[in-house]
C-alpha cells in the first residue's frame, strides 16, 4: 500500500519546519528586506516627483510660473494733458529647459503653429544642446497668445513674467517716443530721455513703477490731426512721405511732431525710409528760407519792404545762372521779391550784406551749429566748406545749406515772436518756467515780417493763398526745393514746403508741413509747386487743429482786417567772426 502524502505540518527530524518551508526561520527576515526595498523605491520616485514639481514641471504640461527675470520698471509718459502714451504692462515671456525636453520635434511642430515665424533650425539647434538649461523661445507675450502655448502640454517649457512697454496710441508719435530694447531699456527719443535723466528701477518683480509720469509737451489731439492730414496728403498728390510740426512760438513747447512713413514704437523699425524727417534728417529746404534772408536784410536796415531792386536780369556765379520761375521783368520792391517768391531778389539781398554779414547772421539764429532735444541729437546743418558769393547766393533762396526742419522751425518762430530766441523742448513746461528773452532780431522786424507773410497768404498775387483759413489770419511762406541726386538735382523731384503761424497779429503757433517728391496731377494743375500742395495741407491743418488749441475763428479775421501796422524801432547789429 502506497504512503500516504504528509501533510503540511509535518515535521523533519525536529519536528521543525523545514528549510524550504516559507513558514520556515528565514521567512520573516526576507519579508523585512522586500518591505525595506519597495519602501526605498517609491521613495526614489516621490523624490523625483518632488524634484520635478519644484522644477515647475509636471508630467505631462507646462504652467504660467511665477518666475521673474530682472527688467526695469519704467514711469509713464504722458501728453501735455495727462492723455497715456507709454506704460508698462505684464508680459509673459516663454523659455525651454532642452534637457527636460522630451521630444523636439513635437515641441517645435506645435510652437510653429502658434507663431507661424518660428525658426525653426535655430530653435531645434538651441533643443539640441543638452548642457543648456535656459533658452529663450519668445519675449513679451500678450495673455492670450501664453494661453496658447500652456494649453499645448509640453514638457520643458515655462514662462517667466516681465515687465514690457505698451503704447496705448499704436503708431501716434512714434518717432517722438522711440523705443525700448527686449530689456525694457531706453533705446531712442523720449524713452532713452527717460533713461538718461528721469531714470528707471532695475526690478525682480513684474511690478510698474510708482512714479509721477513724463509729461510731454505733445497735444495727443493736435498729434492725431497732424498725422492723419499728412497721410491725406499723401495719397491725395502721391507723395513719397511728409512731415510736419506745430510749435508754440513763445515757450517753443512741441505741440506735434509727425513724419511719415510712420513707424510702430512697440515693434521699430530701422528701414532708412522711416527715419524722422523733423529732426533725424537734414534737407534744402527752398523758398520757405527766404524768410530769413528778407528779415536779415530788414533787421540790418540794407532795406525796407518798400525798397526797390532791380531784379530783372538774371545772376551768373560760378558757372551757374540764377533765375526766378515766373519772371516780372520789372523792380520789385522787397514786398514783391517775398510774395513773388523772386530768386534773384533774395540773392541779391544776400549778396547786399555780403558773405561773412549773412553767416554771422545764419550763426546768430542758431543755424550753424547742432542743437539736441529731450527725445535725442538733432541732425547738425550741412553748411558749404566756405562761404563765397556763389554760397551765399544760393542759400538766400535755401539751396547748397541743408536743415533739419526743426532746427529751422525754431529759427524761423523768433521772425513771429518778437524776435526772441526760441528753445525746442519735447517736454511740456510749467506755466512760470520763465523762458528766456534773448533777442535774435528787432520786435519791429519781427512786426514787418509778420505782415509780409500774412500778406502773402491774404493777397490774391501770394504764392500762399491757397493756405489762407477764414478767421485765423494765417500768414507764411511757400517752398519748392529741387531734390539732390546723382550729377546733380532731379528735375520734378521735389520737397514741397510750406511755412505758416497763426494768428498773425498776436502769433501763437508755427506750423511747418512738408511733401516729399509729390506728383502732380489735375488738382494740382499739372504742377508740384508748394502753392498747389504744400499750402492747401497747411490750411486743412490749422482749420482742424485751431479749436483743439482754444484759438477760435475771429470777426477781425474773417473781415481781412490783420491789426498790423510798421514799426520804426532801430535794427538790431550783428558782427561777422
Known sequence: MSAAPASEHETDGGGQPGAGDPGGANGPLRTLIATVVMALFFMAIGAQLVRLALA?????????????????????????NGRLLATDVVAYSLFADPARVLDRDEVIEKLAVVFPDLD????????????????WVRRGLPPRTAQAVHDLGLPG?????????????GNLAGHVLGYVNIDNKGVSGIERYVDDIVGVEA???????????????????????????????????????????????????????????EVDPARPNMDSARADKISGSTFELGSVFKTLTVAMAIDQALATPETIVDVRKELKSGGFTIKDLHPLRRPLTVAEIFLHSSNVGAAMLALQAGPDRFQAFLRHMQLTDAIKTEAGNVSPPQLP????????????????????????????????????KVTPTYIKRPFDSGVADIPL?????????????????????????????????????????????????????????????????KPRYLVFVMLFEPTANKETGGEVLA???????????????????????????????????????????????
Not at 504640461?61 to 501735455?80: G, K
Not at 493736435?222 to 515757450?251: F, M, N, P, S
Not at 558769393?389 to 524761423?412: K, V
Not at 514787418?448 to 489762407?468: I, S, Y
Open 56 to 80: 515647475g514641471l509636471t508630467d505631462s504640461s507646462i504652467s504660467l510660473s511665477e518666475t521673474v527675470a530682472q527688467s526695469y520698471a519704467r514711469p509713464d509718459i504722458v501728453d501735455r
Open 120 to 135: 525653426r533650425n535655430a530653435l531645434r539647434r538651441d533643443l539640441s544642446d543638452r548642457d543648456r538649461r535656459f533658452v
Open 203 to 261: 526690478v525682480q518683480s513684474a511690478t510698474r513703477a510708482e512714479r509721477p509720469p513724463v509729461r510731454l509737451s505733445l497735444d495727443i489731439g493736435v498729434q492725431h490731426a497732424v498725422e492723419a492730414e499728412l497721410a491725406d496728403a499723401v495719397k491725395r498728390y502721391e507723395a513719397q512721405g511728409a512731415a510736419g510740426i506745430v510749435l508754440d512760438v513763445d515757450t517753443g513747447e512741441i505741440v506735434a511732431s509727425a513724419s511719415l512713413p
Open 531 to 577: 502753392s498747389r500742395n504744400a499750402a492747401p495741407t497747411t490750411a486743412r491743418v490749422i482749420s482742424r487743429i485751431g479749436p483743439l488749441l482754444g484759438i477760435l475763428p475771429t470777426q477781425a479775421a474773417l473781415s481781412g482786417n490783420s491789426g498790423l501796422a510798421f514799426d520804426a524801432a532801430s535794427p538790431a547789429k550783428y558782427e561777422a567772426r
Open 385 to 420: 566748406p566756405r562761404w563765397g558769393e556763389t554760397e551765399t547766393i544760393t542759400a538766400s533762396y535755401g539751396h547748397g545749406i541743408a536743415l533739419a526742419p526743426l532746427q529751422f522751425a525754431a529759427a524761423a518762430s523768433a521772425v513771429v515772436n518778437g524776435g526772441r
Open 157 to 169: 517649457l515655462d514662462f517667466r513674467r516681465e515687465l514690457r512697454r505698451a503704447y496705448p496710441g
Open 441 to 505: 532780431m528787432s520786435a519791429a522786424t519781427s512786426q514787418k515780417m509778420r505782415d509780409l507773410m500774412r500778406r502773402n497768404v491774404a493777397e490774391p498775387a501770394g504764392t500762399g493763398k491757397r493756405a489762407d483759413v477764414p478767421g485765423y489770419q494765417v500768414g507764411g511762406k511757400t517752398g519748392t526745393a529741387e531734390m539732390p541726386g546723382v550729377g546733380g538735382y532731379r528735375e520734378k523731384a521735389v520737397i514741397s514746403s510750406f511755412l505758416a503761424a497763426f494768428p498773425m497779429d
